[in-house]
């Protein structure tokens, strides 16, 4: 089975920089995904790492550690438009569909 | 290009009642999914479709079922709702090239059963 493990809330100050983990266990790994989902909306698709190593598209950059089975996205000069929540997803294998597999959520908060 | 669509946005049904949700995707990709979200559980998946007239059950089935009947649409279908289908239904699809790891979602449907 596929389990993601991410922290529930992070609240950060606008400007500032924040980091959001996730741990995961899984029997295939085909990589690490993040989705953003505002509230009442759907989520979209921010990043993905395939391959051990820092991700940047613009302010967002994602990490990932295959070894420690662990990645993270950083969001750096927060901005208020960055208060959603955010998932950490893995693909599952030919048997679910390659469905993918999420982590239950952090809800950031950005704060003036 | 309007990615994937989905109807009806909200709906009310009582305990008992059936309903269809109709999902559209134009992206012309082959694989599909439903998942639904309640608070505290991310998202999980209900069905899945890998190609035309194919489906398959995903992590909570129950209560549920879905037609394929072409590339473009997957529906799925509660035959008599219950409150615990209280949640928010979203359908998605891979983009193509992205070995499935980036998918669109439609915008949902948030579905409440009295």
């Known amino acids: 089975g596929q389990s993601l493990e991410q922290p529930s809330e992070v609240t950060a100050v606008e400007g500032a920089i924040v980091q959001i983990n996730c741990t995961y266990q899984?029997?295939?790994?085909?990589?690490l995904s993040w989705y953003q989902q505002h509230d009442g909306g759907a989520p979209t698709f921010l990043s993905y790492n395939g391959l051990d190593g820092l991700e940047e598209t613009g302010r967002f950059s994602s990490f990932l550690s295959r070894s420690d089975s662990y990645g993270y996205l950083l969001l750096q000069e927060l901005q208020m438009k960055d208060s959603a929540s955010y998932f950490c997803?893995?693909?599952?294998?030919?048997?679910?569909?390659?469905?993918?597999?999420f982590g239950k959520g952090t809800s950031l908060l950005v704060t003036p | 290009n309007a990615g994937v669509t989905q109807t009806p946005k909200f709906q009310v049904l009582k305990t008992g009642q059936s309903m269809t949700l109709q999902c559209a995707q134009d992206m012309n990709h082959n694989s599909m999914y439903w998942y639904r979200q309640d608070p505290g559980m991310g998202l999980r998946l209900i069905y899945y479709?890998?190609?035309?007239?194919?489906?398959d059950k995903g992590e909570v089935p129950n209560g549920y079922n879905v037609s394929r009947l072409n590339k473009r649409e997957f529906s799925l279908r509660l035959e008599s709702a219950a409150p615990s289908q209280t949640s928010v239904y979203f359908c998605?699809?891979?983009?193509?090239?992205?070995?499935?790891?980036?998918?669109?979602f439609g915008p949902g449907t948030r579905l409440t059963v009295l």
């Open positions: 998605a699809s891979p983009r193509s090239g992205s070995a499935y790891n980036e998918q669109f």
């Open positions: 479709s890998a190609s035309e007239g194919t489906t």
């Open positions: 899984t029997s295939g790994f085909y990589g």
């Open positions: 997803a893995v693909r599952g294998v030919e048997n679910s569909g390659y469905a993918l597999n």
